[in-house]
C-alpha cells in the first residue's frame, strides 16, 4: 500500500514537471500592455470603443483577416517572442484559454486604451488597465495552483517572463486631454511621479505574485505619431508629449534600478527604443521607408480617421511606412523596434524569424 501512495505521488511530480516544462520545455510569456500589444482582448469587449475588428487590420498576418491586434502585421511583443524562441501567448479573453494553454503558452492581458492608471482611456469606455490586467493575473496564478499545487506552480510562474508595456495612453488620452480630471490636478513633473508612485505598487504586486523576470518597455516619441501632427497646428511633431515621453522613460529606468535588489530573485530590465524610433522618424529612407508622418490606413484628406475600416484608402507599399494608423506602428516599423530591444536587453536570438505571411486580400486603390 504504501508503495502504491509512493509511485503515485512520483507519478504526480514527474507529470508536473512536464506540464511545466510546457512546449519543448521553454519558458512562457506573460504580457500586460496597451493597444501596442494586444492581440484580441479588446475584440472580446462587449462595450468597448477602442477595437481592431475590421478590414484592414490584420491583412499582413495569417489569412489577412481582422485578429485584434492594432496594426497590419505582427505587434513588438510578437516579433520579441519569435525572436528569441518563446510561443506567442493567447489573448486572455480568448475563449480556448484553459489551464493547459497557459502552461504551455503563457497569457496576453494587453488592452488597448489601458493604461497604468485606472482612469485613463474612460472615453474608450470598457478597456482594461494595468490593475485590472494584474487582478486577472492573480486569478489566473490561483487556477494554476489548484491544477499543479502551490510548489510547481511557483516554480513555474517564477522561471517565466513577464513584459509590462503601457504608459503612452495615461499621457495621449489622460493627461493632455483638457477632459480629464489629472490634466489639471498635475503638471509635467507631479503627474509623472504620481504614474511612477502608481507603476511601483504595480510591479511590487507583480514581484509578489511570481514575476521574477520583468521587462517594462520604454515610450516612444509619442509626440509624432500621426494623430498629434495632424492635431497640431504646423504638422509637426508635438514636442511637450516627446519630452514627457522621454521624462517618463527615464524615471522608469531609476525605479527598475532601484527595485532591482530589494527583491527577490528580481531581474528587471527596462526596454528605451526611443533614440532608434525618433531617427526613423525624423530620417525614415535611412532605414528603408519612405513616409514616416501620416498612416498607411486612412480615408484620405478626412483626418484624423482614427482608425482604420473598409472605407479606408491603403498606401501602396505598406513595407514603406512607419505608422499604420494614426496611433500605431506599421509590422515593419514594429520589426525595427522589437530588434531594436532584443539589443537593448541583450537576448540571444533563435533563427530569424520569418515575415508575417501576406495575405490574399489585394489592397484598396492608393491615392500616393
Not at 225 to 248: D, H, M, W, Y
Not at 291 to 311: E, F, K, Q, V, Y
Request: charged share 20%; net charge negative; with cysteine.
Amino acid at each position: 500500500m504504501k508503495l502504491e501512495i509512493a509511485l503515485s505521488l512520483l507519478l504526480v511530480v514527474l507529470v508536473g514537471i512536464t506540464i511545466i516544462q510546457g512546449c519543448n520545455g521553454k519558458a512562457v510569456q506573460f504580457i500586460f500592455g496597451d493597444s501596442l500589444s494586444d492581440n484580441g482582448n479588446n475584440n472580446r469587449l462587449s462595450m468597448t470603443l477602442a477595437k481592431a475588428n475590421l478590414p484592414y487590420y490584420g491583412i499582413d498576418f495569417g489569412n489577412g483577416l481582422p485578429n485584434g491586434r492594432f496594426t497590419n502585421g505582427r505587434t513588438v511583443a510578437d516579433i520579441i517572442g519569435d525572436s528569441t524562441g518563446l510561443p506567442r501567448p493567447p489573448a486572455f479573453l480568448d475563449p480556448s484559454v484553459n489551464e493547459d494553454v497557459i502552461l504551455e503558452n503563457g497569457v496576453n492581458y494587453a488592452s488597448g486604451g489601458g493604461g497604468v492608471l485606472n482612469e485613463t482611456g474612460t472615453y474608450f469606455i470598457q478597456r482594461l488597465s494595468l490593475w485590472k490586467q494584474i487582478e486577472l493575473f492573480h486569478g489566473t496564478t490561483e487556477l494554476i495552483t489548484k491544477k499543479l499545487g502551490k510548489q510547481a506552480s511557483d516554480k513555474f510562474f517564477q522561471e517565466a517572463r513577464y513584459v509590462v508595456a503601457l504608459g503612452s495612453n495615461d499621457f495621449i488620452n489622460n493627461y493632455l486631454m483638457p477632459v480629464y480630471r489629472d490634466s489639471w490636478t498635475y503638471n509635467d513633473q507631479t503627474f509623472v511621479e504620481y504614474l511612477m508612485e502608481t507603476l511601483e505598487k504595480q510591479l511590487l504586486v507583480l514581484h509578489k505574485l511570481g514575476a521574477r523576470q520583468l521587462m517594462v518597455f520604454g515610450l516612444g516619441p509619442m509626440g509624432c505619431i500621426p494623430l498629434q501632427r495632424v492635431l497640431s497646428t504646423t504638422g509637426k511633431c508635438q514636442e511637450r508629449a516627446n519630452k514627457l515621453a522621454l521624462s517618463f522613460n527615464k524615471v522608469a529606468n531609476n525605479l527598475l534600478i532601484s527595485l532591482e535588489p530589494k527583491l527577490t530573485n528580481a531581474s528587471f530590465k527596462f526596454g528605451d527604443a526611443y533614440d532608434v524610433v525618433d531617427d526613423v522618424i525624423r530620417n525614415p529612407y535611412k532605414y528603408g521607408f519612405t513616409n514616416a508622418d501620416s498612416p498607411c490606413c486612412s480615408l484620405g484628406r478626412i483626418r484624423p480617421a482614427l482608425t482604420c475600416t473598409p472605407a479606408s484608402t491603403l498606401c501602396g507599399d505598406r513595407t514603406k511606412y512607419v505608422f499604420w494608423d494614426e496611433y500605431h506602428p506599421s509590422d515593419s516599423a514594429n520589426e525595427l523596434i522589437a530588434k531594436e530591444l532584443i539589443k537593448k536587453f541583450g537576448f540571444p536570438e533563435v533563427d530569424s524569424p520569418s515575415p508575417a505571411p501576406e495575405s490574399d486580400i489585394a489592397p484598396s486603390p492608393s491615392n500616393d
